[in-house]
């Protein structure tokens, strides 16, 4: 199936590692011109390497803290020397935030501000232009803990309310070309990650976990999530706005 993305402008906003990585592999793998931006310099360069060799090296990465920089002044920045963007995914985020329920605002503004607010602040900037050209895609990578509301209360509630931003922005945009969603990943396992972490320390857990939360019985591979995130871009998911997707093996 074609899916329309080749040669597309595509910026993918937490790109060095895991789901992001892989999501930036994917689209320079459908010969679309890439933008990443992550902390990590050297990961990036990595990946800006690998994904020169699959498309026409029109790549550009970005290092930036997103909790430190202004990401509305970056996304201004970034589109001045880039252009207008077709597809923006956004994949910064994580549950690696304060758990305590009691905690304070500033734990509660962080986990926002990491799962929600940096997207939000730079779609501020991205968006206008995809609605003057009529055409855009705006791909969120939530979690299944929005709809389960389990776990860390800080990461579920932040992920919920982006959700709820998708939910109710996306329809704003509806008529307008512009087709924006989420894809809510179960837990998924990669080398250094959370899950493959416990994996070694912890297998016990990891199996109790699965068997009683991912139907499927195993963890999800960042490709699973990748693939969905490609589809939400491409033209095929034209009929789509405000769609939270799940991808998480049934979790329960
Ligand atoms: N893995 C899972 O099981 C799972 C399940 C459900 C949902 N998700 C969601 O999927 C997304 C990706 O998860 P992941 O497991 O792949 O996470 P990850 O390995 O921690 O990757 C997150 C990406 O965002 C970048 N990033 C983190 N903080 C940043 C900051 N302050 N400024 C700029 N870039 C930053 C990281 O790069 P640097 O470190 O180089 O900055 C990295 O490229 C997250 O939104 C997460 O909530 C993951």
Not at 15 to 33: D, L, M, N, Q
Not at 97 to 120: D, H, P
């Amino acid at each position: 199936m074609d899916l329309g993305i080749r040669n597309k402008n595509v910026l993918i906003v937490g790109a060095s590692k895991g789901i992001g990585r892989a999501i930036a592999v994917a689209f320079a793998k459908e010969g679309a011109k890439v933008t990443t931006i992550a902390r990590s310099e050297e990961l990036l360069i990595d990946l800006q390497k690998e994904i020169n060799e699959l498309n026409n090296e029109n790549n550009k990465y970005y290092v930036s803290d997103l909790m430190e920089d202004n990401a509305n002044a970056l996304a201004l920045k970034i589109l001045e020397e880039r252009g207008a963007f077709d597809i923006v995914v956004h994949n910064v985020g994580g549950s690696l935030v304060s758990r305590n329920a009691l905690g304070t605002l500033e734990e509660w503004q962080y986990a926002w501000k990491f799962n929600a607010g940096i997207a939000i602040d730079m779609n501020n900037i991205l968006i206008p232009p995809m609605i003057e050209k009529g055409w855009g895609r705006v791909v969120h990578i939530s979690s299944i803990s929005a709809k389960m509301l389990r776990g860390n209360p800080l990461y579920a509630s932040s992920k919920e309310f982006l959700n709820a931003y998708v939910t109710t922005v996306g329809r704003e945009l509806a008529s307008k070309g512009v087709v924006m969603t989420a894809v809510m990943p179960g837990a998924v396992a990669f080398p250094g990650s959370y899950w493959d972490n416990y994996t070694h320390t912890d297998p016990a857990r990891c199996e109790d976990f699965l068997r009683h939360h991912q139907a499927a019985g195993r963890f999800g591979t960042v490709k699973e999530i990748a693939d969905v995130v490609l589809f939400m871009a491409s033209e095929q998911a034209s009929f789509m706005q405000a769609a939270l997707i799940p991808v998480d093996g049934a979790n329960m």
